[in-house]
């Protein structure tokens, strides 16, 4: 098919894609990667009045620690993601998450911020970003705000709190603890395809090797990013051995909401996701007690 009529506006900063923002509302749409806004302009899934391209704003392609915190332009390629030393040697969740998105020309142009913008639970990075427990920046005609990854996404698939006057701007993610892990795991009919379920998990451990904090976050197994608290709080103060991990595991597949699709019957997906949540905490433990 064909997309329907729309303006087309390059902003040059972020003040002007903000001010466009402001002044066409709900009617605009931000294009950055593209990859899941143009297939929705060409069924006709999405009508914008006005679409503004925020491809050249390179002030937003960036990634550097500071303060105790990673921070990540939302305009970021998820193809640099997956190359930089940084992340892979810091942030290996993040590389685990980049490298499975899709395929290489698409990873070439897609960005880290449209990804979490577009509010797919079949995305990768929501995942990880509730597993870490990431603050993303809104900036709009007021300025900034912070937004705890948890309040981000809504009720409802595909919606944020995002505000239509508002562009998210930059992803800010702690910096890891002493022997700190995290991994993501993703089944898939063929590479380069949507989850069949998705799990990302991500812990942190004391002296002792009791768990100080834990995320694990589901994809693609609901109509939102879900947020598995229960089995997260069946691993605090827990030394992470395998029984716990396989309580935990099991709390997360009842957490999940899966329905039956072409992708498998619901109750398949359940049964993946325990499986990856096991793998996915083994690994981290096992980064976390300075393993690969």
């Not at 605009?28 to 990859?35: F, P, S």
């Not at 990075?125 to 705890?148: D, E, K, N, S, Y």
């Not at 030394?239 to 716990?244: N, S």
């Amino acid at each position: 098919m064909i997309p329907g009529p729309f303006d087309y506006q390059v902003a040059s900063s972020v003040a002007e894609a903000i001010a466009l923002l402001d002044q066409h509302g709900a009617d605009a749409k931000v294009l950055a990667g593209g990859h899941s806004l143009i297939p929705l302009l060409r069924f006709r899934l999405a009508s914008p009045a006005v679409l503004v391209d925020i491809n050249r704003l390179r002030d937003l392609e960036y990634m550097q620690e500071a303060d105790g915190t990673l921070h990540i332009g939302a305009l970021t390629r998820e193809v640099d993601l997956e190359a930089s030393d940084l992340i892979r040697r810091r942030y290996p969740i993040l590389a685990d998450t980049a490298r499975v998105i899709a395929d290489p020309v698409v990873r070439n142009w897609a960005t880290i911020g449209g990804n979490l913008a577009h509010a797919d639970p079949a995305n990768d990075h929501p995942a990880t970003m509730l597993a870490l427990g990431a603050q993303l920046v809104a900036t709009g005609p007021t300025g900034q705000r912070l937004i705890p990854i948890e309040q981000f996404f809504t009720d409802s698939s595909f919606e944020t709190t995002l505000q239509p006057n508002e562009l998210l701007t930059e992803i800010r993610i702690p910096a890891p603890a002493e022997r700190s892990g995290g991994a993501y795991l993703k089944l898939e009919r063929k590479v380069g395809d949507y989850a069949i379920a998705g799990v990302a998990a991500y812990v942190v451990l004391d002296g002792a090797g009791h768990v100080t904090y834990a995320g694990i976050g589901l994809t693609n197994v609901g109509p939102t990013p879900i947020k598995a608290r229960a089995a997260e709080q069946l691993l605090l103060g827990s030394t992470l051995d395998d029984a716990v991990i396989a309580q935990a595991a099991r709390q997360a597949a009842a957490e999940a909401q899966p329905v039956s699709d072409l992708r498998g019957p619901a109750d398949y997906k359940r049964a993946m996701v325990e499986t990856l949540t096991m793998r996915a905490l083994r690994q981290a433990r096992s980064r976390a007690t300075g393993g690969a």
